[in-house]
């Protein structure tokens, strides 16, 4: 979010200041272990169709400006067990804004992907326009882009402390103090160690993903497609074997609670790391079952409702916040910076970005842990 929004204010002229507490791109926040699902047809508020469809054309300009391949359109197959929920109002409402998903019946999923071991209860959303994105390389790719507009970058400088008066922010880092007109902060997981300046209610949380051994060649990228799979037993996703890599696949729900500043338990230091995985590879996609060829772990920032917040400070307005991308927001990573851009240099969006509102949570009893099995963003 931060090397996208740097690259769109210092391309519409406004002198921009980076500042991370690491290199990016890195392996410390929720950005890294590509790739990311890029995928149009949401539930939820209509703003993430519209802003979906938007991020796709934005990558695909960035691909042109780096000249770098960022985006693979491999088709997402998003299969449920529709005794959780079924999918066809999603695909009537997708149509209703431009974006044409097939629905597809647990016999036609099985026709088509014969790997795929589904159960009749099953039914599914293909999505042939989407597909992922390379992380790593897009928020290199923005880095660049951004660092040649003329912005400037502090590395392994992070925030100790921010102070805002009217017109002015300052913030503090080990090496020194750096005073603007406005400020965007985008700390991911670690927004809850710039408290007491912001408080959002934002809960991090360690997630693990792994990359399996495949037995044929129907997995590899072209053939096989990205994925979501809800089962009765968890929601997970995942991407097909790309240059031998494996076929990669993580849990959206679950995971165990992370605090900035504590060391994050590597991939493997519960056993339930893998098998979790595992289960159901063997249960539903045997084939790509095989060894465990790599596992990472990496960090999602959850909010209350699983909607991202991006919004005005509610004491400083030239202080913007985005933040809670709750495990679905790399793909909307050049909207948003589009957008927070926007916001500073224009005083207002094109995008209604009202549901992301802080304020929504003003009357809302937090539930104690919102992360059950919903849709998969
Ligand atoms: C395993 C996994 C799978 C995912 N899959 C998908 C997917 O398929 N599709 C999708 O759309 N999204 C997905 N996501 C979510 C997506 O990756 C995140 O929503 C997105 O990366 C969040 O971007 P961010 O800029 O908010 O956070 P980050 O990328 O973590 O960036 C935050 C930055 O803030 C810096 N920072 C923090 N605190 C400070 C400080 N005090 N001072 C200076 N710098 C600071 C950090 O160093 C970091 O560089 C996934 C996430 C994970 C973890």
Redesign the pocket.
């Known amino acids: 979010?931060?090397m996208s929004t740097g690259y769109y204010l210092a391309e519409r002229g406004v002198r921009t200041l980076l500042?991370?507490?690491?290199d990016?791109p890195?392996h410390?926040?929720?950005?890294h272990?590509e790739p990311?699902?890029?995928r149009h047809a949401y539930s939820g508020d209509p703003v993430y169709t519209e802003m979906a469809v938007c991020a796709h054309l934005l990558w695909n300009e960035v691909e042109d400006l780096s000249k770098t391949k960022l985006l693979v359109q491999s088709g997402v197959l998003n299969m449920v067990d529709s005794s959780l929920y079924s999918l066809k109002n999603r695909v009537a409402l997708a149509k209703e804004q431009g974006v044409h998903p097939e629905w597809l019946d647990a016999a036609e999923i099985r026709r088509r992907w014969p790997e795929l071991h589904i159960p009749d209860s099953f039914e599914a959303m293909y999505e042939p326009a989407a597909g992922y994105l390379y992380?790593e390389k897009c928020v290199e790719a923005y880095r660049k882009l951004a660092l040649a507009e003329g912005a400037e970058l502090l590395t392994y400088?992070?925030?100790?402390k921010i102070k805002a008066h009217e017109g002015s922010v300052t913030v503090y880092t080990k090496d020194g103090e750096y005073h603007a007109g406005a400020a965007i902060l985008?700390?991911?997981?670690?927004f809850s160690?710039?408290s007491p300046f912001v408080n959002l209610p934002i809960r991090a949380v360690r997630?693990v993903?792994g990359w399996f051994e495949t037995s044929s060649p129907t997995f590899d990228t072209g053939r096989f497609p990205g994925f979501t799979l809800n089962t009765r037993e968890g929601g997970y996703?995942g991407f097909p074997s790309i240059g031998g890599a494996g076929l990669k696949i993580?849990r959206h729900d679950t995971g165990t609670d992370w605090f900035p500043g504590e060391p994050l338990s590597p991939f493997g230091s519960c056993a339930e790391d893998e098998a979790d995985l595992r289960q159901v590879l063997e249960a539903y996609m045997p084939g790509a079952a095989g060894k465990l060829k790599r596992g990472a772990v990496?960090?999602?920032?959850i909010s209350p409702d699983e909607d991202f917040i991006i919004d005005r400070h509610p004491e400083h307005p030239h202080v913007l916040v985005?933040?809670g991308?709750?495990?679905?927001?790399?793909?909307?990573?050049s909207v948003v910076g589009k957008l927070l851009s926007e916001l500073v240099v224009d005083g207002q969006t094109r995008y209604p970005i009202q549901p992301f509102s802080l304020a929504r949570f003003d009357q809302q009893v937090q539930p104690e842990s919102s992360f059950a099995l919903g849709e998969i963003e």
């Open positions: 979010m931060g500042i991370d507490a690491f990016p890195h410390e926040g929720s950005h272990g990311r699902l890029i992380s400088a992070k925030v100790r985008s700390a991911g997981a670690w160690a710039l997630k993903v996703y993580g990496c960090k999602y920032e985005a933040g991308f709750s495990g679905h927001g790399f793909k909307f990573s």
